[in-house]
């Protein structure tokens, strides 16, 4: 069964320093997002994108983020200076055309230090 | 003072029982929910889904309820099972806003379920 992959699984860096976090969608699959969830908290909305642009951004997404589909498989969301308070998992999800429900990655753990 | 993190709402059953989690909504405006399950360390699975022309829907083991009048939503597990231990998601959508419309997930609940 096909399934989102993300790597890596586990991600330390020091405040500061960038980072890219990447995802693979499913193949057939046109709407693509990027979640996260710090420990013990809920999971919360970053961005979606469609038609290699965004479609939708939540207050997080700051000018610090980023993402882009580099190619027709991958999908990466970048953090271009690190803060300790972005230290939380990240979850690539994506959605078939014609299609809602919205399949998850395995996330990605970031550690900021 | 204040709290650094949330306290998710738990819930303990015995094996063999059967498990109700409830969620409330807030956005009037969302007509699709999801269940989604997180086991540690890994990404939300999805149980099951409703739309908000319907107010219950089954699936296997599991029972959606939606009540629109006071903006609730409710999972019913039957025969729960230690594999069923996990935290649980509402998550809800605009699926009348633009395509591929964000989901709002709640606050989570972790199932325990004792053998």
């Known amino acids: 069964e096909p399934e989102v992959t993300q790597t890596p699984s586990h991600q330390v860096t020091q405040m500061g320093q960038e980072v890219i976090l990447r995802c693979v969608p499913i193949?057939?699959?046109?709407?693509f997002y990027w979640y996260r969830q710090i420990l013990g908290q809920k999971v919360e909305f970053l961005v979606s994108?469609?038609?290699?642009?965004?479609?939708?951004k939540s207050e997080i997404f700051d000018d610090q983020f980023s993402v882009e589909r580099p190619d027709g498989s991958n999908f990466t969301l970048k953090i271009r200076s690190t803060k300790l308070e972005d230290s939380a998992m990240y979850f690539c999800a994506s959605v078939k055309r014609e299609g809602v429900e919205q399949f998850f990655g395995p996330g990605t753990r970031l550690t900021v230090l | 003072g204040e709290s650094v993190g949330l306290h998710l709402p738990t819930l303990s059953v015995q094996e063999g029982d059967n498990s109700i989690i409830n969620c409330a909504y807030s956005?009037?405006?969302?007509?699709?929910f999801i269940w989604y399950k997180q086991e540690s360390g890994k990404g939300p699975q999805f149980i099951i889904d409703i739309r908000s022309n319907m107010d219950k829907r089954q699936g296997q083991r599991v029972t959606v309820l939606l009540n629109k009048t006071v903006k609730h939503l409710s999972l019913q597990i039957a025969a729960t099972q230690p594999g069923d231990s996990a935290v649980y998601f509402c998550?809800?959508?605009?699926?009348?806003?633009?395509?591929?419309?964000?989901?709002?997930f709640g606050e989570g609940t972790q199932l325990t379920v004792n053998p």
């Open positions: 956005n009037s405006a969302s007509d699709y």
């Open positions: 193949s057939n699959h046109l709407y």
């Open positions: 998550a809800e959508t605009a699926l009348g806003a633009t395509s591929g419309s964000r989901l709002t």
């Open positions: 994108f469609y038609n290699n642009e965004i479609s939708e």
